[in-house]
């Protein structure tokens, strides 16, 4: 029997309670994007809200593995969410 030796990828899942639903989504759409595009390990992000409560979102983001999970926070384009959102994410 072979191990493999492959990373796995990582999965990470989160619940925000958001003020400024539309603020928060410009700044969330453009660190999505911008992942997509730049960032050879992050595979997906998706973000989703509720509709019953639009100050509920969802994130889901897939990164090939944890150096590219651990790239992604590194980067100036996260960097910025966090500090545009810092005010705006309310419960996480």
Do not use: C, W
Request: proline content about 3%; glycine content about 4%.
């Amino acid at each position: 029997m072979s191990l493999s030796t492959q990373a796995a990828p990582i999965f990470n899942f989160f619940e925000l309670g958001v003020q400024d639903s539309p603020k928060y989504d410009a700044i969330g759409e453009h660190n999505i994007r911008t992942s997509i595009q730049n960032e050879k390990g992050t595979l997906a992000m998706y973000s989703v809200k509720q509709k019953a409560d639009p100050n509920m979102a969802y994130m889901l983001e897939i990164y090939a593995d944890d150096a590219a999970n651990d790239a992604h926070r590194q980067t100036a384009h996260f960097k910025h969410y966090l500090a545009q959102t810092e005010k705006m994410v309310v419960d996480k």
